[in-house]
């Protein structure tokens, strides 16, 4: 019993303890700070920016936007999905573009964008963008596979369209959808810090992230890089209990 | 009475209905028996609506006042058993739910899941839902299969209760002899023997 725990704890602990040895070890080999910082220096500067209030404001600032972004491109490409699947012209007519938009590379929409919305709004819309065609290249798979045995039993009960999309289509595309939304939360937020990067709004991580490399920082730039993949990992965790949690439902 | 007058209509190469005419009581438990293949439920089909033959008619069935029966169950993974009842049933008929839970023998399996059922059991509940649902006439696509001979004699008999004219397709010798009237076919194409 206690063996097994003991092994479960080592399982946990030695991958992250082997990897902040050879962080430190390239670090002391190194010799410099400003190229490549240590374990204890980046713990240190990260200490230093928790006991700011800006520090918060500029992680929950970019959560909020990386979460409108997400909100945006999610109802838009489901909406699309469905426009496309049910209607030939709007498929003919949106599937190119929003297969442009998946092959445009972010960086070119940043720029972009920055031509015509303003600072502050340009993470969301980044991330948006990057998230609906993920959103509409899943939702469009789950809806060409709707079972077409329930859909005629739908027709033949006389169930209206409203009831057909709640009882048939939505539940049936739940897990295309799920999937979905986990890659484009991923991707919002990815997309969203490299916004708040190239075209930095007041209070960011992406604004702290360009503001640590330009005054040559680099513990600090390793502290925000850390908050992002912490975040990251945290809130995709969260998403993911909260889906499993939506469809034991 | 029900009159099919020249029903034809092809799969491909296939003739499943080749001018097929047919008088079928509109009254009562009518049975259509006869080897899998030979066209029986491409016959129910077309009565209902669902799938339009290439040339002939149909007199004295509304489709849109039938309810079907599908071969398959066709349940939802999703919706528990006494959703599935509710699901076809107006709002101001939702009180019926434990009667025709009771109709198909599954009282006290309101809250399970398509998936904890037997086959009979799922079978059963689609019946439920089909009768449910009501109309002018049912047409049942093989409406006991997996269920056990006695449970269906007793289903068969709630079924001649609802006063509803029924249409069914069956192999099993002891659902036939409970009908009014047995139709023995063959096909493809569909004929009467």
């Not at chain 1, 993470?123 to 005629?152: F, H, Y």
Request: overall charge positive.
């Amino acid at each position: 019993m206690w063996a097994e725990r003991l092994k479960n704890c080592m399982r946990i602990a030695i991958p992250p303890v082997f990897w902040l040895g050879v962080w430190q070890l390239a670090a002391f080999f190194v010799g410099r700070e400003l190229l490549l910082p240590g374990p204890l220096a980046v713990a240190k500067a990260l200490c230093v920016l928790a006991g700011t209030g800006d520090f918060w404001l500029s992680a929950l600032m970019t959560l909020v936007r990386v979460f409108l972004g997400l909100a945006w491109g999610t109802a838009a490409g489901a909406a699309l999905a469905f426009l496309t699947h049910f209607s030939r012209w709007a498929s003919a007519l949106l599937s190119p573009a929003v297969k442009v938009v998946r092959a445009t590379p972010v960086v070119s929409f940043i720029l972009l964008v920055y031509l015509w919305v303003v600072r502050a709004a340009i993470p969301a819309v980044i991330a948006g963008l990057m998230v609906l065609p993920v959103i509409w290249g899943s939702v469009t798979a789950g809806l060409a596979a709707v079972d077409p045995q329930l859909l005629e039993m739908a027709g033949a009960y006389r169930f209206s369209r409203l009831r057909t999309l709640r009882l048939i289509y939505l539940p049936s595309l739940r897990g295309h959808f799920t999937s979905g939304l986990l890659t484009a939360f991923g991707l919002a937020w990815k997309s969203g810090v490299a916004a708040e990067v190239i075209c930095p709004p007041v209070r960011a991580i992406g604004s702290r992230l360009q503001a640590a490399r330009l005054a040559l920082e680099t513990p600090e730039l390793f502290a925000w890089t850390l908050v992002i993949i912490a975040l990251s990992l945290l809130l995709e965790r969260l998403l993911r209990r909260l889906l499993e949690r939506g469809e034991r439902a | 009475m029900i009159q099919i007058r020249d029903l034809t209509l092809r799969y491909g190469d296939k003739t499943v209905l080749d001018r097929l005419s047919l008088d079928l009581p509109d009254e009562g438990i009518t049975a259509l028996s006869g080897p899998s293949g030979c066209g029986k439920t491409t016959l129910l089909r077309v009565l209902a609506g669902l799938t339009p033959s290439e040339s002939g008619a149909v007199s004295g069935v509304d489709p849109g006042r039938t309810a079907f029966l599908f071969q398959e169950d066709r349940l939802l993974p999703w919706r528990t058993v006494g959703q599935h009842i509710v699901d076809v049933l107006p709002k101001a008929r939702r009180g019926e739910v434990p009667s025709w839970l009771a109709f198909a023998e599954l009282e006290g399996e309101g809250g399970a899941y398509p998936a904890a059922l037997s086959g009979g059991m799922a079978r059963r509940l689609a019946l439920a839902r089909c009768a449910a649902l009501g109309g002018d006439l049912l047409l049942l696509d093989e409406p006991f299969a997996g269920v056990d001979e006695e449970r269906a004699g007793r289903m068969l008999e709630r079924l001649r209760a609802l006063d509803a004219p029924v249409i069914l397709t069956s192999h099993q010798t002891a659902v036939l002899e409970r009908c009014d009237a047995v139709f023995r076919l063959d096909g493809p194409p569909l004929r009467l023997v």
